[in-house]
């Protein structure tokens, strides 16, 4: 048979048609070979060595479905939240959060019937911001906080002491500014990004109160912000570093003596200093304040655009609720995390020596979380305020006035909803 | 002996019309497809959304008419994205046109290894944005003492300089608009080069008849006054891809928590309101249409300003 060029192009053309019509959307069609339901399972890209492995292995031990975890990089929240618009998205996924618009806007199921005998034992600093409406809208996995790592032997050889305010952490930073070390790290954009509500708790200020209007609108709160600028103006801060501050790197290198992170990364830092390093809560400032750690969690939530909502559901219930082995692993065997289960937080034994411990102490006594109504919207405005204050000097009270004019209306948007 | 045979005039077969259709649409038909689902269908929903209160949705109900445009024109980060748009833009658009001129005109001249130059300042066009703001970023104008700008400079007693996080002075526009200059000025050589070797020899042959200097003279009278197309396509094509300005601002500044305020142009301004944490994608789609107006006006203003498609003679 003679195939003629015509034909040839045809039928290139009609295959090509063909492939571009196909289902390959990178999606599984929900189930496999062997019968088994499939869930697709996102993370986001932790930096610990060895994490990505164990949540592969606990997928892999789950019996009742097969679990495909996607381990994904780059900006994870975005992707979560344009995926969740489409049916293209995860099943099962880890969110920070679940916001209140993602739970407003129905996107996330609700979880509460999989906490039934054990919601009681999630430490409810980090339950309350995945509750609303009474109803719990994602099981917290692990805790994690954020406090400053200060090295001693720079403290020492400069005649410092440990800051306990936030004017001797401005002071203790000056002092510390040396021509190859800055005095402090807190991100390269100066603190705007990672302080977020940290120094209006400090203060002995909030975000929102509790009746739902901004939680900052007081002379206290301009004060405080006012004096992130001098530790800008003073020079004292480290900026442009290669790794921002979630990374203990520039601590570590020597880059500079006092850093923001987070538990996470204390293994690393043990490891490169060994006991020459001490941690710290933000210092308090002003006569009634105390100091302020942030405490948040990732949780796991499952989306309302799943085929298999209960499949999802029944799967979470046994990694997250059951399986405390597993949970107690992935908390304390890649970096630190404390557990979100209180049982499991008591019984960790890498928690109670040392660092780590006075972390604990730290989060337990002077521990915030983000409250819900604090929304993406708000933090944008706030981070924004925050950033002009820190780095253009702009004046605290003018920046706050705006922010809490505008915290107040978009709460009255979200309670209308 | 063989008769010569006369050949028939064979009878072509009509190509029936619905065959070449059907080919037609063969061919074309996925292209328009995609070109219908993923430019125009997302485009009029755009405009649809920006009509509806659409937190978190692609299909809203709550029917706002206007209040999104009005609450966009309003927030002061959105106008001061188009402020930061305006700001950049008068930077890189003459900064690219004067440096994209003069390569052009430079390797114009080059008898010798012309093509390896004409490669060489074109190479960069086929960079990432990502990559090379990330280069800009995490090498050369690193905040540290081993970033290359703080290395070289500390060679002279200067301080280390944080590059993308020093806002008096705003060293980060230098950081921007250089990394831009080093992507496109190849791109836009190669046209003015165009350009360049459409002039007639002719021209320059008259001018040295009539006595012009080579140089300054013969380019003020003959070659700028010849470029006048190219030079319009030029500086419409830099404004509009000004406008567009994404990948290095947003690889060069953003981080984990977010996007300072300073030079946030408004696409990244656009992404962080419908794509980021917020979804607010009514508000998002009524900035993208505000935008694309913009654009759209000043294109045509600028292009009626120059005279663009008037004739050489007029």
């Known amino acids: 048979m003679t195939i003629s060029r015509r034909t040839l192009l045809g039928t290139g053309a009609a295959l090509g048609l063909l492939t571009a019509c196909g289902s390959n959307t990178g999606r599984n069609n929900g189930s496999s070979a062997d019968g088994k339901i499939t869930l697709d399972h ?47 998205g995860p099943d099962a996924f880890e969110v920070n959060g679940p916001t209140l618009d993602q739970i407003q806007g129905g996107q996330v199921a609700d979880l509460t019937a999989l906490f039934d005998g054990v919601k009681d034992d999630f430490n409810p600093a980090v339950l309350a911001p995945k509750t609303y409406g009474g109803k719990i809208w994602g099981i917290p996995q692990v805790i994690d906080t954020q406090f400053l790592y200060y090295r001693k032997s720079l403290l020492a050889a400069a005649g410092v002491q440990p800051p306990g305010t936030l004017d001797e952490l401005v002071d203790a930073a000056k002092a510390l500014t040396r021509d190859k070390v800055k005095g402090l790290f807190l991100g390269n954009d100066g603190g705007a990004g990672v302080l977020g509500g940290t120094p209006l708790y400090a203060a002995g200020l909030s975000l929102v109160t509790d009746d739902g209007r901004a939680g900052f609108d007081d002379p206290s709160a301009a004060r405080t912000l006012g004096k992130l600028h001098r530790l800008y103006a003073d020079k004292s801060l480290l900026l442009g570093a290669p790794a921002d501050w979630s990374d203990p790197s520039a601590f570590i290198q020597g880059l500079t003596a006092m850093q923001w992170s987070g538990l996470w990364a204390l293994p690393t830092v043990q490891k490169a200093l060994g006991a020459d390093f001490g941690v710290l809560p ?38 997250w609720v059951e399986r405390t082995d597993f949970q107690e692993d992935f908390a304390l065997s890649y970096g630190f995390h404390i557990p979100a289960r209180l049982s499991l937080a008591k019984k960790a034994a890498k928690l109670r020596e040392g660092a780590a411990a006075d972390v604990v102490t730290y989060a337990t006594e002077h521990g915030y979380a983000q409250p819900l109504l604090w929304t993406p919207t708000l933090q944008t405005a706030y981070q924004d305020a925050l950033s002009r204050i820190i780095k253009d000097g702009a004046s605290p009270d003018n920046e706050l006035k705006s922010v809490v004019r505008r915290t107040n209306d978009e709460l009255q948007r979200v309670k209308k909803r | 002996m063989r008769r010569p045979t006369t050949r028939r005039p064979t009878a072509r077969r009509p190509r029936r019309v619905s065959d070449t259709t059907l080919w037609f649409w063969i061919f074309v038909g996925p292209f328009a497809a995609g070109l219908a689902l993923f430019t125009y269908v997302p485009l009029l929903w755009s405009v649809y959304l920006s009509f509806f209160d659409a937190h978190n949705t692609v299909s809203p109900t709550d029917f706002v008419g206007f209040g999104n445009y009005t609450a966009m024109l309003r927030d002061g980060a959105f106008t001061s994205s188009l402020a930061t748009f305006a700001v950049f833009s008068l930077f890189i658009v003459p900064a690219t046109y004067a440096l994209a001129l003069g390569l052009a005109l430079m390797v114009n001249r080059t008898r010798r290894f012309q093509a390896f130059f004409r490669s060489v300042f074109f190479l960069p066009a086929a960079c990432s944005y990502v990559v090379a703001a990330l280069i800009w970023k995490l090498s050369i104008f690193s905040g540290v003492r081993f970033g290359l700008a703080n290395t070289v400079l500390g060679w002279f007693g200067a301080d280390q300089t944080a590059w993308l996080s020093t806002t008096h002075p705003p060293w980060y526009w230098l950081v921007i608009v250089t990394v831009r200059l080093w992507l496109q000025a190849g791109f836009y050589m190669i046209l003015f080069l165009a350009g360049l070797q459409r002039i007639s020899p002719r021209l320059y042959e008259a001018a040295a008849v009539d006595g012009a200097r080579p140089g300054w003279q013969v380019f003020r009278h003959i070659t700028f006054p010849q470029l006048r197309t190219t030079s319009i396509a030029v500086v419409l094509l830099l404004v509009i891809n000004a406008f567009q300005a994404f990948d290095e601002f947003y690889n060069l500044l953003s981080d984990a928590r977010g996007y300072p305020p300073y030079a946030r142009p408004p696409l990244v301004y656009l992404y962080y309101t419908a794509l980021g944490q917020g979804q607010n994608l009514g508000m998002g789609s009524a900035g993208a249409v505000i935008l694309a107006l913009i654009i759209a006006v000043v294109t045509v203003f600028q292009a009626r300003w120059f005279g663009l498609g008037r004739k050489e003679a007029d």
């Open chain 1, 42 to 88: 996102w993370y986001h890209q932790y930096g610990e060595t060895g994490t990505e492995a164990a949540v592969r292995r606990y997928a892999a031990a789950y019996d009742k479905a097969k679990v495909n975890v996607q381990w994904r990089p780059g900006n994870y929240d975005q992707q979560t939240a344009a995926a969740l618009l489409t049916d293209a």
């Open chain 1, 282 to 319: 933000f210092p308090k400032d002003g006569p009634n304040a105390k100091p302020s750690v942030p405490v948040g969690a990732y949780a796991a939530a499952v989306s309302t655009r799943s085929k298999h909502q209960a499949e999802a559901k029944a799967y979470l219930k046994w990694l």
